[in-house]
């Protein structure tokens, strides 16, 4: 079973809040992804990590930006919030160690800018 | 480049009767091959996927999927489903030997069970 946490998991907020969305894991994977989803849409990957202190970007462009300072934490935040916001964000996590590279993931964020 | 097909945005299917949700992939180099499904307002849960070996892949709840690398697809099957079922599904394809692990989705398919 997968251990990794997002929160909040509903948040609606007003235009040009600040806002961080937090996604944690316990399973020690190296690599963690930011995904963005709107309803009944494709995954659109955002932003990824390989490790700690490595952020890369995703083939979706996207005004978040994401830091990795422990293993177990990637948090995405955006500096100020606009209606264009307005999706669900999942978060994954992997381990490249056992070369199955199946992704984990979170029960996701919606989001809801007003 | 890698980019996944899946063909049906919506499937309706009655309960108990047989259902295959189709995948097809573009990809140069060998790949691994994934299905997800999601349930409303959850993530992606791991369904099955191919990585080598025999072509034909039993995943969790009665599905299984058949790696065709003629045809480049990936369909998922189920022989009989089960309003439980009702979900959106994603194919997905890794790039091998890829350290980063990246998947790219399809665009889902979404399954619905009538009873």
């Known amino acids: 079973e997968a251990d990794i946490y997002q929160t909040p998991r509903y948040l609606v907020i007003g235009t040009g809040k600040k806002i961080t969305l937090e996604c944690s894991q316990t399973?020690?994977?190296?690599?963690m992804y930011w995904y963005q989803q709107d309803p009944g849409m494709e995954l659109h990957l955002i932003h990824y990590?390989?490790?700690?202190?490595?952020?890369e970007k995703g083939d979706l462009s996207s005004e978040s930006t994401v830091s990795r300072i422990r293993t177990e934490h990637f948090p995405l935040t955006l500096e100020s919030a606009r209606p264009s916001h307005t999706s669900q964000y999942l978060c994954?996590?992997?381990?490249?160690?056992?070369?199955?590279?199946?992704?984990?993931f979170g029960p996701g964020t919606r989001l809801t800018v007003t | 480049a890698q980019s996944v097909t899946q063909l049906d945005s919506q499937v309706p299917v009655f309960e108990e009767a047989p259902v295959e949700l189709r995948c097809n992939y573009s990809s140069s180099v060998s790949v691994y091959l994934f299905w997800y499904v999601q349930y409303p307002n959850q993530g992606l849960q791991l369904l099955l996927k191919?990585?080598?070996?025999?072509?034909l892949v039993k995943g969790i709840n009665g599905f299984e999927a058949e790696f065709n690398k003629s045809q480049t697809s990936f369909h998922l099957r189920k022989p009989s489903v089960h309003i439980s079922d009702t979900a959106e599904y994603f194919c997905a394809v890794s790039r091998l030997n890829n350290a980063g692990n990246m998947l790219t989705f399809g665009g889902g398919t979404r399954l619905m069970v009538k009873p």
């Open positions: 191919y990585l080598s070996g025999s072509t």
């Open positions: 994954a996590s992997s381990d490249a160690g056992t070369g199955a590279y199946e992704q984990y």
């Open positions: 399973m020690g994977h190296d690599k």
């Open positions: 990590s390989y490790g700690v202190n490595s952020t």
